[in-house]
């Protein structure tokens, strides 16, 4: 129970907690342009009915990541001093174009699509939603560009005087191979979230209702279930596609964390993709059980017969380059984290197709069964995300910021030395603990809101401008969309 642990623990759920929301919002941001667009060209009710429904909840998860998210930049100069010294000069600049440049933007916009209704022109309106749509997408790059250049320094020189990383090209930093590889990646996983979480609701109103939609509703949930359906798949296939890329990138830039998700310990030629390990990972590296043959080598390399450097190996290398410690993460957690990032992300895919089959050709959504297990689905992608962090963050281990093995080797920092060392245990530990609550009650109100606009369906989202019109003839309506 030291400082250092103590404020990994913290960052850890703090990070985590808000990671549940960033990949929901980006998606459907984008969905709700499209659906903006729909209405935009049809004139539809139920077109507009279904905007304002996925709209509200859209504002409910953007509500919450900007609140949460606040959070993680002041612990980077409280918690992490260390850290933020070292890398400031660098860090800094994306985070500063991610606020200026990409916050701005969708959330300037983002108030006028929400207040612009029946004040701006139509043609305005709809680019409202797009702009602050692209501008969500764009934050997303930023943030991703300061997290890839942790996992690849590049772009920077190592100032010896003033131990610290100076930038000498942002072009370079914003250009990162890591990031280029991990943005669509991301992309691809929001779109599978949204995709899976439209799905599920649109279901649930088809079939788990206990009033019925009006036909039109019934047919506009339908296209949005079958269409959210196929982005699923689409957007799975290529989360695969860009995990295979960042593989490949995995095994130049970072070896150790790809060979710890295998539990490679012994350097092997057509290594094996394990599929369950029996035993302690972190012991023993003979557990591995059930293994696909060559596949590690395929996934790292494109090639079947491929070498792949073992634990072992790179301990030995890695301690006559850097001087001694050890440079393993924590085995235990690399290993299932990654197997359970490709497991539910396979899950979440199975769910869609099936759920796509089942509904072919017009045929009925079926029974309370199939629906609690679309709802269900929901959290599969939302639990492929954040394995998928916790083994990005926690495979990069014992570094903070990794070093560069193609000649930067310079500029690194072990997390050991990131943490603050003028906050106390204690201090920190109460943080953990506040947060822990106050983010659990957030939790709950969060869920109590989809919940609650779920349950009132399409017909909710419109306000309720015709009840008050009933008493005040001359009742303002321009506030209707206001949440």
Known sequence: MNALNIARWQFGITTIYHFLFVPLTIGLALVVAVLHTLWYRTGSDAWLRQTKFWGKLFLITFAMGVVTGIV?????????AGYSRFVGDVFGAP????????????STFLGLWIFGWDQLPKSVHLATIWIAAIGTT????????????????????????????????????????????????????????????????SIWQLAGRSDPLADDDRAAFRSVMRGALVLVLVA?????FSGHAQARLMIEQQPMKMA??????????????????????????????????????FLATDSFDATVQGVNDLQASMTARYGPGDYRPNMVVTYWSFRFMIGFGLIAAAVAAWALWRTRKGRDVGGKWFVRLALLGIATPFLANTFGWIFTEMGRQPWVVAPNPSGLDAVRLFTAEGVSGSVSAATLLTSVIVFTLLYGVLAFIEVGLIVRTVRRGPEGALGSVTALA?????????MTFAY
């Open 236 to 240: 799975s296939l290529g989360v695969a």
């Open 95 to 106: 985070l500063a174009m991610e606020g200026l440049a990409a916050f701005f933007l969708e």
């Open 138 to 201: 764009i934050s997303a790059y930023f943030i991703l560009a300061a997290n890839s250049w942790m996992q690849h320094p590049v772009g920077v020189v190592y100032n010896a005087a003033r131990g610290r990383a100076e930038m000498t090209s942002i072009g370079d930093v914003l250009t990162n191979s890591t990031v280029l590889a991990a943005y669509p990646h991301t992309i691809l996983a929001a779109l599978t979230t949204a995709g899976i979480f439209l799905a599920g609701i």
């Open 72 to 80: 993680q930049e002041f612990q980077f100069g409280m918690a992490w």
């Open 260 to 297: 710890s998700a295998e539990a490679l310990c012994n350097t092997e030629q057509g290594a094996g993709f394990s599929i369950l390990a029996i035993g302690d990972v972190g012991a023993s590296c003979d557990v591995r059980t059930l293994s696909v043959p060559g596949a590690t080598s």
């Open 470 to 478: 009933d008493d005040d003839d001359e009742v303002d309506d321009r």
